[in-house]
């Protein structure tokens, strides 16, 4: 059985999305969620984040950074991203979430990533062809492996997706790259 990842919803990966960005306390991490728009999609209180937040740390994904206090109100400790945190955040298995975060990276990581990603796609369809080619020629009718038939269209989608997104990325004159790399101090990556 595999081990159970320390980050398992999208709540505690956008919390280590926005705390790779830079250190902030649970109120902060709030407000940011609400104004970047992502209580859409994932759905939280005050109460489940700072839940998240302790299980992070705990985890030791995230660290205390400082605590302090502002006259009357209550005191507020800052969390940082630790590197296992980092580590988790980068590594996080489920393509769609981190699609859904991947701003927090500048280009130079992401594209990267993306076309290992496209190598790794490219490996299992011929994985998938090669088995399906067998056993059609050793007879098996093709309604026997219409699950392996689904599995290649699906990545044969989501590869022609990446590849997409990498020339969205990419495109020097349309392209998504240059005010992304910007954003994270970076030039615009290399066209194609």
Do not use: C
Request: proline letters at 7%; charged letters at 25%.
């Amino acid at each position: 059985m595999a081990a159970k990842r320390p980050v398992s919803n999208l709540l505690a990966l956008a919390v280590l999305s926005y705390l790779s960005q830079r250190p902030m306390h649970p109120y902060e991490l709030a407000r940011t969620l609400r104004e970047n728009g992502d209580e859409r999609s994932i759905k939280f209180s005050h109460g489940s984040l700072y839940m998240v937040v302790q299980q992070l740390a705990r985890a030791g994904l995230i660290a205390e950074q400082e605590t302090s206090r502002a006259g009357q109100r209550p005191e507020r400790t800052v969390y940082a991203l630790t590197e296992a945190g980092r580590t988790e955040f980068r590594e996080y298995p489920q393509f769609i979430a981190a699609l859904s975060l991947i701003a927090a990276l500048p280009p130079s990581e992401v594209l990267p990533l993306l076309r290992q990603r496209l190598g790794r796609l490219a490996a299992e369809q011929a994985a998938t062809r090669d088995l399906i080619d067998r056993y059609l020629a050793e007879g098996v009718p093709g309604l026997f492996l219409v699950e392996e038939d689904y599995r290649l269209a699906m990545l044969t989608a989501e590869a022609d997706f990446v590849t997409r997104f990498i020339g969205q990325i990419t495109d020097p004159a349309a392209g998504w790259g240059r005010g992304w790399a910007e954003f994270h101090g970076e030039p615009a990556p290399p066209a194609g």
